[in-house]
Structure formats: C-alpha cells, structure tokens
T-cell receptor, first 112, second 118 residues
Framework: NAGVTQTPKFRILKIGQSMTLQCTQD?????MYWYRQDPGMGLKLIYY???????DKGEVPNGYNVSRSTTEDFPLRLELAAPSQTSVYFC???????????FGPGTRLTVL | AQSVAQPEDQVNVAEGNPLTVKCTYS??????LFWYVQYPNRGLQFLLK??????LVKGSYGFEAEFNKSQTSFHLKKPSALVSDSALYFC????????????????FGKGTKLSVIP
C-alpha cells in the first residue's frame, strides 16, 4: 500500500491564480481530511469528508473548496490564491476500526 | 468544544537523559488522545494513542505516554533521549465516538519542538 499520497510536493502561485492539490489514499478509508500547517500554529482543519459525496467545513474553510467523487480521492481547490494561503497542506485519512489518522507527505505552497 | 494545550514551544534535553513533552486536554466525556511526530520536511507520523485501559501507553521508537484523568494530561516520555528524536511533536484529541459528530476529527496542539543535544 502506498498509503496517502499528495501531489505536487511544492508549488509557487501568483496572487489570483488557481490550483488543485491532489490527495489519494489506497486504504479504502471513508474519512478524509485537509489540514494546513503554519509555523507555531499547529494544524488547522480546512475541510473533511466522511464518505464519497459527503464533505463539510472545518475550522478554516474560507478560500478553499473540496469534492469527493470517489472513496480514494479528495482534491482541495484554491480558486483565487492569496498570500495568506502560503502554508504546508496535509491530507489525512482514517477508517472504521482505526482511531488514528494517516497523513500524506504534504504540499508546500507559496503564493507571491 | 475540545482543545489541547502544549505549554512548551521548545524542549531541550541532553542525549541519554529522560525527556518529557507536556500535553493537557479539555474534552467532554472520555478522551481519545494521540501523539504524532513530524521530522523536518515530512508528514506527521503516528506515535501512540490512549483510548481506554492502562494509563501508561507504549508506542513507537521507545516512546510512552501517561494518561492522567485527574490532571487532564497526556505527557509524552522517553527514558533515554537520542539525537534522532529531535523533531516537532504534536498532541491531539479526537471526537468521542458517542459525540454524534461522526467525523473522527482531530484537534491538535500547536506543537513542541524537541531538541536533543549531543
């Protein structure tokens, strides 16, 4: 199993550009999450999904959108990039019978 | 609402000495508690968890954590620190299964940077 994979690893965007951060898991987990990590702030939940077709906002959803058309994929969309979205983004998943979440390697995004 | 506090931004310890990274929590009902470690430029790796049972939980890489309900704490410990233990450590708490949220969300502390000095 590859676990949770994320692409790209790094990206530089200009203000106002859009992009999609990809997240895929091969563990057949129902629950998937997007976090952002800023220095000294820990991880903040952006969006989450409890299954295909079901998504909901987390603590810091503004400026982001998600979709969940399959169990495996949970892409995060930035429509109009702003400098405040410069961060490291982590995708995670978990399933029934687990309590811990499994994390991807992260995407480092810089908006200039 | 659940919350986690890690009162120390940084902990320095000499190699071979015992280490403790502190965590306190606030949650309604019985807590599900976790420790994760993050090495530079990497994702978070699961270390250990407390769900129920023994208050002393053993995890990966020789780490253990002690759950103390009366003090609402879940401190991470290791008897003898290694230089390779230097990393960022996160404590987290999860929705209790009976909370009705059904989302298994984790709430993280801000993290504690552990530096083990040779």
């Amino acid at each position: 199993n590859a676990g949770v994979t994320q692409t790209p690893k790094f990206r530089i965007l200009k203000i106002g550009q859009s992009m999609t951060l990809q997240c895929t898991q091969d563990m057949n987990h129902n629950y998937m999450y997007w976090y952002r990590q800023d220095p000294g702030m820990g991880l903040k939940l952006i969006y989450y999904s409890v299954g295909a077709g079901i998504t909901d906002k987390g603590e810091v959803p503004n400026g982001y959108n998600v979709s969940r058309s399959t169990t495996e994929d949970f892409p995060l969309r930035l429509e109009l990039a702003a400098p405040s979205q410069t961060s490291v983004y982590f995708c995670a998943s978990t399933g029934e019978g687990y309590n811990e979440q499994f994390f991807g390697p992260g995407t480092r995004l810089t908006v200039l | 609402a659940q919350s986690v506090a890690q009162p120390e931004d940084q902990v320095n310890v000499a190699e071979g000495n015992p280490l403790t990274v502190k965590c306190t929590y606030s949650v309604s009902g019985n807590p599900y508690l976790f420790w994760y470690v993050q090495y530079p430029n990497r994702g978070l790796q699961f270390l250990l968890k407390y769900i129920t049972g023994d208050n002393l939980v053993k995890g990966s890489y020789g780490f253990e954590a002690e759950f103390n309900k009366s003090q609402t704490s879940f401190h991470l410990k290791k008897p003898s620190a290694l230089v390779s233990d230097s990393a960022l450590y996160f404590c987290a708490v999860r929705d209790p299964p009976y909370s009705g949220a059904g989302s298994y969300q984790l709430t993280f502390g801000k993290g504690t940077k552990l530096s083990v000095i040779p």
